[in-house]
């Protein structure tokens, strides 16, 4: 989603705005622009449709100095992408305002500006924002004052900052619902939507609450809750390394992180098995007495993490031995659920800040559920501040906004929750070691499962020309069917869909022909068979077949049929982590032969904070 920057300090602030905007493309964004108040306390503003390349471009021939600023990185939300559209946003210069996030009743707020005369240049909700709080400057307040008066108008989700020519040793940032975070130097001090922004010249930060409002200075930070009140909120360091943002040898950084999973998963598990045990404690203080209680589980998440969750459904089910039901949070959040006694809820997100994931949390919270459990990979997040106990999944910086390593240091933090959970219900004698040895066992099997990438890199090129794919599972491999069709949608723009193998018939098999291809998680377990059964239900209708197995699947490749073989001995445990690495490759290759952009596929963004 939208990317924030800002700062104040004695030196040009414009080379830290444009460097923190470039490490927040990872986020999708379709404009951007940056705005400054220059040695005569004006505003100045240089804005681009486009990457942030365009705007780099017109700042080489029309350079910006100031050593307070803002920038932005815009996903459209109201309005077309464009120049007009983009931020920051000015209110007769006297204002200058960047904005994440929604804001549900600036139409009403926008016709009351209207009736008093103001002129709008864009087609956005911040505008409004920018005018408002103009307007309670213009009657005698401060631009605190006049930032929170406007806050309280506003509905919906948002970070914001401000700048003032009328105020200029200062920026005001306000936070309900969208991340924004402070970065602490010596004589300067930072603001931006993501750590990784300003970690080349931070790693000290102060995150904002619900409802805080922010004064920053060159020299101080001076933070205000919702009520007004002056409050301390802690300085923290952050562990992220800079170096995490750059592609290294690879192409892309998607394929940089498909290669990272084997250490990401072996820092997931690092320290949390031991011995054949795995540990209550590592969700938390409070983790074995609410796990003892435990008699049900509710697993809520959006996209790849909703993917994560609906295997760890499975997963739960069938070690624990406990119900598991699993949704979307955006649906989840406006129904009216039944509360089950003694139910734990989980929420996943890569980020933390996913809002339809967070408002389910904190409806959840509300209703009274056992606990509530988060697993992120983000240790700054809203949702791991709020959630009762958390598992990080330690997948470290993911650029790419089709997810990879978080997907599967996901699947294993959920394992690790099925285990505990089974732990408490009682597992039989060596039952929990055998599960530990399995997932120890799993960075050495992804490792063989990226020696498939040149034979899988072949196989792309039959793809390179198609616009629909369909992809099969059964059991725990149905949610990896529809992670794969994600992936290769999500990069290639190949309309691509997943089913149950058992639900051909119901309707999917009157699309196989000799141009769709279909592509099959089996593993060789105790569904093989039932699939073997329907993929000849598809070979007979002329579909080309792509079956992910492994050698003692007794499946061999010949015309129409493509058979990809994976490591052997891969156990149920084990199995959705690495038939996951294969369907990551072929996407990715799907998309590089396509020409697509792999890294910021259009339309999409890294982390949804609004709804």
Same mark, same amino acid.
């Given at each position: 989603?939208?990317?924030?920057?800002?700062?104040?300090?004695?030196? *040009?602030?414009?080379?830290? =705005?444009?460097?923190?905007?470039? +490490?927040?493309?990872?986020?999708?964004?379709?404009?951007?622009?940056?705005?400054?108040?220059?040695? /005569?306390?004006? @505003?100045?503003?240089?804005?681009?449709?486009? /990457?942030?390349?365009?705007?780099?471009?017109?700042?080489?021939t029309d350079p910006l100095y100031g050593s307070i600023g803002i920038a932005h990185t815009r996903w459209a939300t109201h309005g077309v992408p464009s120049v007009r559209n983009a931020h920051p946003h000015f209110s007769d210069t006297r204002i200058g305002i960047v904005h994440n996030g929604i804001?549900? *009743?600036?139409?009403?707020?926008?016709?009351?500006?209207?009736?008093?005369?103001?002129?709008?240049?864009?087609?956005?909700?911040?505008?409004?924002?920018a005018h408002r709080i103009h307007q309670y400057l213009k009657t005698g307040n401060g631009l605190f004052t006049a930032v929170k008066k406007t806050v309280d108008e506003l509905i919906g989700a948002f970070a914001l900052v401000v700048t003032c020519p009328d105020d200029p040793d200062k920026l005001v940032v306000a936070r309900a619902g969208c991340p924004v975070v402070i970065g602490l130097g010596i004589g300067e001090n930072f603001v931006a939507s993501d750590v990784s922004a300003l970690l080349p010249v931070t790693r000290s930060f102060k995150f904002l609450e619900e409802g805080d409002i922010a004064v920053i200075t060159r020299d101080a930070v001076k933070i205000h809750d919702e009520s007004g009140e002056i409050v301390e909120r802690p300085t923290k360091e952050s562990e992220l390394n800079a170096d995490a943002m750059d592609k290294g040898e690879y192409r892309h950084f998607m394929l940089k992180e498909i290669y990272e999973q084997p250490y990401s998963v072996t820092n997931t598990l690092e320290e949390r098995i031991h011995s054949g045990r795995v540990f209550s404690s590592i969700f938390g203080h409070e983790a074995e007495g609410i796990f003892k209680k435990v008699e049900q589980v509710k697993i809520v998440a959006c996209g790849t993490s909703y993917h994560s969750g609906l295997v760890a459904g499975y997963l739960i089910e069938q070690i624990a031995k406990l119900p598991c039901s699993v949704e979307i949070a955006s649906e989840y959040r406006y129904r009216s659920p039944v509360l089950t006694p003694n139910t734990?809820?989980?929420?996943?997100?890569?980020?933390?800040?996913?809002?339809?994931?967070?408002?389910? @949390?904190? =409806?959840?919270?509300? =209703?009274?559920?056992?606990?509530?459990?988060?697993?992120? *990979?983000?240790?700054? !997040? #809203?949702?791991? %501040?709020?959630?009762? @106990?958390?598992?990080?999944? +330690?997948?470290?910086?993911?650029?790419?906004?089709?997810?990879?390593?978080?997907?599967?240091?996901?699947?294993? &933090?959920?394992?690790?929750?099925a285990l505990v959970l089974g732990k408490n219900k009682g597992f039989a004698e060596g039952e929990e070691a055998g599960y530990v040895n399995s997932l120890n066992a799993l960075p050495r099997l992804i490792e063989h499962a990226l020696e498939l990438d040149a034979p899988i890199k072949k196989l792309a090129e039959n793809f390179a020309d198609k616009h629909h794919a369909?992809?099969?599972?059964?059991?725990?491999?149905?949610?990896?069917?529809?992670?794969?069709?994600?992936?290769?949608?999500?990069?290639?723009?190949?309309?691509?869909? &997943?089913?149950?193998?058992?639900?051909?018939?119901?309707?999917?098999?009157?699309?196989?022909?000799?141009?769709?291809?279909?592509?099959?998680? #089996?593993?060789?377990?105790?569904? @093989?068979?039932?699939?073997?059964?329907?993929?000849?239900?598809?070979?007979? %209708?002329?579909?080309? =077949?792509?079956?992910?197995?492994?050698?003692?699947?007794?499946?061999? !490749?010949?015309?129409?049929?493509?058979?990809?073989?994976?490591?052997? *001995?891969?156990?149920?445990?084990?199995?959705p982590i690495v038939y996951t690495i294969p369907l990551q490759l072929l996407s990715y290759h799907v998309a590089v032969l396509k020409g697509t952009d792999v890294d910021q596929p259009r339309n999409l963004a890294k982390s949804v904070t609004v709804e």
């Open positions: 989603m939208c990317g924030i920057v800002g700062a104040i300090a004695e030196r *040009n602030v414009v080379p830290i =705005l444009m460097e923190g905007l470039r +490490r927040l493309e990872y986020r999708g964004y379709d404009s951007a622009g940056v705005a400054i108040l220059d040695d /005569k306390d004006q @505003l100045q503003r240089h804005r681009a449709k486009g /990457k942030v390349q365009a705007l780099q471009d017109i700042l080489d804001i549900e *009743n600036y139409e009403a707020i926008k016709e009351d500006l209207i009736a008093n005369g103001v002129t709008l240049h864009s087609d956005t909700d911040t505008e409004v924002v734990l809820f989980v929420t996943i997100s890569q980020s933390g800040e996913t809002l339809d994931t967070l408002e389910a @949390l904190r =409806l959840a919270k509300k =209703l009274g559920y056992l606990g509530t459990l988060g697993i992120c *990979n983000v240790p700054e !997040s #809203a949702m791991v %501040r709020e959630s009762d @106990l958390v598992l990080m999944t +330690r997948a470290g910086p993911e650029i790419g906004v089709a997810s990879t390593k978080a997907f599967t240091t996901q699947l294993t &933090a959920l394992s690790l929750l369909l992809f099969l599972g059964r059991g725990a491999m149905y949610p990896i069917a529809m992670e794969g069709a994600l992936k290769l949608k999500e990069i290639s723009y190949i309309h691509a869909e &997943a089913y149950p193998a058992g639900e051909l018939k119901h309707g999917p098999l009157a699309l196989v022909d000799e141009d769709m291809p279909i592509i099959a998680v #089996a593993p060789n377990n105790q569904l @093989l068979e039932k699939v073997k059964a329907n993929l000849q239900e598809v070979r007979a %209708r002329g579909g080309e =077949l792509y079956v992910f197995t492994d050698s003692k699947a007794e499946m061999k !490749s010949e015309d129409g049929v493509h058979v990809i073989h994976m490591p052997d *001995n891969v156990d149920e445990l084990q199995a």
